[in-house]
């Protein structure tokens, strides 16, 4: 994780001087992260909470706390790692197929499987703001660029979701 975060960092010192940002900028994507990975569990609980409480999501209401609890952990583990690579690796998509096949495997349908990481989105936006990590000028400025980093890996993640449920679903037949 240290690694790459490191890369990351990397990444954001050049293109904070090819853009002539502040070189801040990384500073808030690193606090970003390590919120994400840190406090993975507490984000996943209050998730575990909206996803069992939502119209849009019945399957899991009849699934093992524990077990969707450390799906979603492992998924924001994972999203720490994702978030340092420019473009989307075979690690990647591999891991999104995985989330995805867990999900089948569970008999969670797609679109609930979809609306369930929609959520996880939301939760970890929210815990930073609810942090505060983003509370300056610049801080705000510099959530934009992290917000849509994050908004950028999460539709990768419903693309590479949908794929997979329709290549089981043509399995299956």
Known sequence: MKADIKKYLELAQKQAEDKKKKTNMKTYAFKYLELAEK???????RWVKDVRSSTRTPAYKNLVEKQIVAQCVEFYHEFSRMFVY?????????????????????????KEAIYALILMRRH??????????????????????????????????????????????????
């Open 39 to 45: 406090h993975a569990e507490r984000i996943a609980e």
């Open 86 to 110: 420019e473009k989307i690796t075979d690690d990647v998509v591999n891991y999104f197929r995985k989330y995805a096949l867990e999900c089948y495997a569970m008999g969670i349908p797609a």
């Open 124 to 173: 970890i936006w929210l815990d930073a703001e609810f942090q505060m990590i983003f509370n300056s000028a610049l801080a705000r400025e510099e959530s934009l660029d992290t917000l849509n980093r994050t908004i950028l890996l999460f539709d990768y993640a419903v693309y590479e979701v949908t794929k997979e449920y329709l290549d089981l679903t043509r399995k299956a037949k």
